[in-house]
Nanobody, 121 residues
Framework: QVQLVESGGGLVQSGGSLRLSCTVS????????MGWYRQAPGKQRELVAG???????TYADSVTGRFTASRDNAKKTVYLQMNSLKPEDTAVYYC???????????????WGQGTQVTVSS
């Protein structure tokens, strides 16, 4: 059974930083690409960043240069370092394992509870 536990969200002022973590169980983590997704109120869930099993990364245009995905295979954890945060980054952030590389679709299963990120102006 796949379990994904996100943490690290919070309230931050515009221009601030947060580091999200996602601990994974139930999959062969070191062989699996991971993605960070977010969903803002009234909007569809979107891919923010992906990191392959080998550490290659891909980012949405809106976060390129500000967000950095990384992973620690020994800890079965993936991270999202978010800098220069903007109010439009406000959303619930989720992680999930990607079904293809590069990730081309939003997974339809195995979502965790997410972590709320709120950026005030």
């Amino acid at each position: 059974q796949v379990q994904l536990v996100e943490s690290g969200g919070g309230l931050v002022q515009s221009g601030g930083s947060l580091r999200l973590s996602c601990t994974v169980s139930g999959i062969w983590f070191s062989a699996t690409g991971m993605g960070w997704y977010r969903q803002a109120p009234g909007k569809q869930r979107e891919l923010v960043a992906g990191i392959s099993n080998s550490g290659r990364t891909t980012y949405a245009d809106s976060v390129t240069g500000r967000f950095t995905a990384s992973r620690d295979n020994a800890k079965k954890t993936v991270y999202l370092q978010m800098n220069s945060l903007k109010p439009e980054d406000t959303a619930v952030y989720y992680c999930n394992y990607v079904r293809t590389w590069p990730p081309t679709s939003i997974p339809n299963s195995n979502w965790g509870q997410g972590t709320q990120v709120t950026v005030s102006s």
